[in-house]
Each structure stands twice: as structure tokens, then as C-alpha cells.
């Protein structure tokens, strides 16, 4: 029932992550103008706003200018719904949700921000550092340490990397793995491991596939850290856990 609830919520806080993925990089407000059609500006009814269930009712469609709109909506809906129901399932329900569950929406929506316009905005960052950390403190205070030095040692590394390779790594990306920092803790390691590992795994697919082309393109780093941040939510610590147990 626990996850079933997250879900039900991940479903409601997805669309409001699609008002965020689209008028953030555009600096407009998130809380108004109410929700509208991108295309005809008519104001979206609340029956026409239920999460994903409007869209496949309206079949993707605008009800007053029948415009299409797009299946990334329904799709950063779902998504969201199934990483909330994923980690109370895992995580169970505790106080630690107060940090994951926003967490795991921040990197939900930088990553579609990231694909989209090859930026990771500060309007998004700085608040969830801030809420990380007053809400890190007031949940357990003692691992205020282990967080901040997990942000700073992770926020140091993408640092290093983008100094040494700028064309591949933007500002963007060392200031979320800061964040990320902030909210894994140590699990902050595997996460950047994983990053890493699927960024590495896309790019040879492109390579095999496109052949000496592939290197000209630019692929937004921040989709694959969101990725790894994401699994460390759900398995970080166990991998951790692993790790010490084969190796230490």
C-alpha cells in the first residue's frame, strides 16, 4: 500500500515536473499561468489534467485546437509514479522519503531539462542543495558530515573532469554532482560509477553505429547521472555494502 501511495503521488508530482521541464529553461513561472495548451494558450481544465488518463482520453491531443501534444508528458508521469513506488518499496517508509522522494524528482527533471536544452539550471539546483540541507539536518544531523564530504568530494571530481575535458562536461553537471552529493552521501560513488558506465556504454553504441561521426555530437551528461543517482537511491548502499564485503 506504501508504494501503491507513492506512486499515486509520483503520478501527481510528475505533472508538475512537466511544468517545470518546460517553463524553467524558459525562465517563466512554474505557478503561473495556470496549465495551458503550448500551442492555442487555452487553460487546461481539471478534468483534462488528471495525470496520463487525460492524455490517453484526449488521444494526445488539445481538446480546443486538437494540436498535438506530446508523449513525453504521460511519459515523465509514469516515470515519476514508478521511481516514488520503486523507492518506498525498497526504502520502506520512514522519514528518509522527506529526502528521496524530492531528490529523485530533481533528477527526473534536470535530466529531461538536460536533453533538451543541454543546460542544468541553477533555479533547480540551488533549492534542492538548500532544502538538502535543512531538511538533512532536521532528519538525521549526524550524517550532515558524511553528506557534506560527499558533496564536496564528488562536486571536486566532475570539477577535475571538466577542466580536463570542457567540450564533454559543463558547469551544470559539477554542481549536480555536488547535489547529488548532498543527498546520497557515500552512495554518491556508486552513483557516479554508474554515471560514468552508461555514458561510456551510449557513446560506444554511437561509435559502432555512426562510426567516426558519432564523436562530433555532444551527449548531455546529465540524463546519465541522474540515472546513477536514481539507482543509488534504490541500491547505493547495498553496493556499497558489496563492494567492502568482496574487496575489503
Given at each position: 500500500m506504501i508504494s501503491v501511495v507513492a506512486g499515486l503521488f509520483g503520478l501527481v508530482v510528475g505533472s508538475f515536473l512537466n511544468v517545470v521541464i518546460h517553463r524553467v529553461p524558459r525562465r517563466e513561472s512554474i505557478v503561473w499561468p495556470a496549465s495551458h495548451c503550448p500551442s492555442?494558450?487555452?487553460?487546461?481544465?481539471?478534468?483534462?489534467?488528471?495525470?496520463?488518463?487525460?492524455?490517453?482520453?484526449?488521444?494526445?491531443?488539445?481538446?480546443?485546437?486538437?494540436?498535438?501534444?506530446?508523449?513525453?508528458?504521460?511519459?515523465?508521469?509514469?516515470?515519476?509514479?514508478?521511481?516514488?513506488?520503486?523507492?518506498?518499496?525498497?526504502?520502506?517508509?520512514?522519514?528518509?522519503?522527506?529526502?528521496?522522494?524530492?531528490?529523485?524528482?530533481?533528477?527526473?527533471?534536470?535530466a529531461f531539462i538536460d536533453l533538451d536544452h543541454r543546460i542544468i539550471p541553477n533555479r533547480i539546483l540551488l533549492p534542492a542543495a538548500v532544502y538538502g540541507l535543512v531538511v538533512g539536518a532536521l532528519v538525521d544531523l549526524d550524517a550532515m558530515p558524511e553528506m557534506l564530504i560527499a558533496a564536496a568530494a564528488a562536486f571536486?571530481?566532475?570539477?577535475?573532469?571538466?577542466?580536463?575535458?570542457?567540450?564533454?562536461?559543463?558547469?551544470?553537471?559539477?554542481?549536480?554532482?555536488?547535489?547529488?552529493?548532498l543527498f546520497l552521501g557515500a552512495a554518491v560513488a556508486p552513483a557516479?560509477?554508474?554515471?560514468?558506465?552508461?555514458?561510456?556504454?551510449?557513446?560506444?553504441?554511437?561509435?559502432?553505429?555512426?562510426?567516426a561521426a558519432a564523436r562530433k555530437k555532444g551527449v548531455p551528461f546529465g540524463p546519465f547521472l541522474a540515472l546513477?543517482?536514481?539507482?543509488?537511491?534504490?541500491?547505493?548502499?547495498d553496493l556499497i555494502d558489496l563492494y567492502s564485503d568482496r574487496f575489503l
Open positions: 492555442c494558450e487555452t487553460p487546461i481544465k481539471p478534468y483534462d489534467n488528471i495525470p496520463v488518463l487525460s492524455w490517453l482520453i484526449l488521444r494526445g491531443r488539445c481538446r480546443s485546437c486538437s494540436e498535438h501534444i506530446s508523449a513525453r508528458y504521460p511519459l515523465v508521469e509514469l516515470l515519476t509514479a514508478l521511481v516514488f513506488a520503486g523507492i518506498a518499496l525498497v526504502n520502506g517508509f520512514d522519514e528518509d522519503l522527506a529526502l528521496e522522494l524530492p531528490f529523485s524528482a530533481v533528477l527526473i527533471a534536470v571536486a571530481f566532475l570539477l577535475v573532469a571538466a577542466l580536463a575535458y570542457p567540450a564533454g562536461m559543463g558547469m551544470g553537471d559539477v554542481k549536480l554532482a555536488g547535489v547529488m552529493g557516479m560509477l554508474i554515471a560514468f558506465a552508461a555514458g561510456a556504454g551510449v557513446g560506444l553504441a554511437m561509435i559502432a553505429r555512426e562510426g546513477g543517482g536514481i539507482v543509488a537511491l534504490l541500491v547505493g548502499n
